[in-house]
T-cell receptor, first 111, second 111 residues
Framework: DAGVTQSPTHLIKTRGQQVTLRCSPKSGHDTVSWYQQALGQGPQFIFQYYEEEERQRGNFPDRFSGHQFPNYSSELNVNALLLGDSALYLC??????????FGSGTRLTVV | TQLLEQSPQFLSIQEGENLTVYCNSSSVFSSLQWYRQEPGEGPVLLVTVVTGGEVKKLKRLTFQFGDARKDSSLHITAAQPGDTGLYLCAGQRGSNYKLTFGKGTLLTVNP
């Protein structure tokens, strides 16, 4: 049973560029959340998607946007990249309120 | 201000020792989850506690949710090198969908 799949695993981008990260949720899960984890910190909530709509958003600027497709997969887009956007981006899926399955993340480095 | 404070931040012990890590807040949570994260991987759910005073055991791990649902602890008996990792607590408040994470406790168990 495949868990949460994220791609790519690593990415290097230049300041000002745009990036798209992808996530396939665990089979049977319909809700996808995205988190940003800076080095030495716990994950920070970016937003959650359910039924192709953004259901809740954390304290992140509009440069961070997302999308959920009919097959429940999701994308995270970040525009006008800053050095401070360098982090591990985690996707988590669930089918209920409790218990999230996380992917291994995408390590984004902005230079 | 960190909503969930975890202590200690770092812990290095010898195989066979017991340990307790703490997760404290001034806020009430409807549920609290514990995750373990290994380098280069996403967090893996260990347990979810939802009732004040609840105690859950998972082999050598014992989790407790405070009576007021503001704090939690994780106790490991006879630690093994395989227990090494970053232990994260994460809470959900009311009908809020997002998980709020602490910064984590980095545990190293030396053989």
């Amino acid at each position: 049973d495949a868990g949460v799949t994220q791609s790519p695993t690593h990415l290097i981008k230049t300041r000002g560029q745009q990036v798209t990260l992808r996530c396939s949720p665990k089979s049977g899960h319909d809700t996808v959340s995205w988190y940003q984890q800076a080095l030495g910190q716990g994950p920070q909530f970016i937003f959650q998607y359910y039924e192709e709509e953004e259901r809740q958003r954390g304290n992140f600027p509009d440069r961070f946007s997302g999308h959920q497709f009919p097959n429940y997969s999701s994308e995270l887009n970040v525009n006008a990249l800053l050095l401070g956007d360098s982090a591990l981006y985690l996707c988590a899926s669930t089918t209920g309120s409790y218990g999230y399955t996380f992917g291994s993340g995408t390590r984004l480095t902005v230079v | 201000t960190q909503l969930l404070e975890q202590s200690p931040q770092f812990l290095s012990i010898q195989e066979g020792e017991n340990l307790t890590v703490y997760c404290n807040s001034s806020s009430v949570f409807s549920s609290l989850q514990w995750y373990r994260q290994e380098p280069g991987e996403g967090p893996v759910l260990l347990v979810t506690v939802v009732t004040g005073g609840e105690v859950k055991k998972l082999k050598r791990l014992t989790f407790q949710f405070g009576d007021a649902r503001k704090d939690s602890s994780l106790h490991i008996t006879a630690a093994q090198p395989g227990d090494t990792g970053l232990y994260l607590c994460a809470g959900q408040r009311g009908s809020n969908y997002k998980l709020t994470f602490g910064k984590g406790t980095l545990l190293t168990v030396n053989p």
